[in-house]
Nanobody, 119 residues
Framework: QVELVESGGGSVQPGGSLRLSCTAS????????MGWYRQAPGKERELVAQ????????NYGDFVKGRFTIRRENGANTVYMEMNSLEPEDTAVYYC????????????WGQGTLVTVSS
């Protein structure tokens, strides 16, 4: 069993910054991927950023364009995402995601945190 606890999010003006955090607890194996997805009203959920536990390889959505940075502290099973140069189009509910294929496939979602970018 794995649980995710998210923090961060909130409201910010265009051009501002926010940081999201997500901590996984429970039966955590080092073979996993953690990251963030987002879903705006009327749109499908999309990948924002993800990072592999082993090696730290990252993957970002095309819309990020260097504005966001994801990192993790493996010892704390925590991922952080720094979001800079936020735009109104970034307004969405952001969900933390944990996936592993060891010992069996498991995917867990956080409860979601709202990010609002508005002047």
């Amino acid at each position: 069993q794995v649980e995710l606890v998210e923090s961060g999010g909130g409201s910010v003006q265009p051009g501002g910054s926010l940081r999201l955090s997500c901590t996984a607890s429970g039966s955590i194996f080092n073979i996993n991927v953690m990251g963030w997805y987002r879903q705006a009203p009327g749109k499908e959920r999309e990948l924002v950023a993800q990072i592999i536990a082993s090696g730290g390889s990252t993957n970002y959505g095309d819309f990020v364009k260097g504005r966001f940075t994801i990192r993790r502290e493996n010892g704390a099973n925590t991922v952080y995402m720094e979001m800079n140069s936020l735009e109104p189009e970034d307004t969405a509910v952001y969900y933390c995601n944990y996936r592993t294929h060891w010992p069996t496939y498991l995917e867990v979602w956080g409860q979601g945190t709202l990010v609002t970018v508005s002047s």
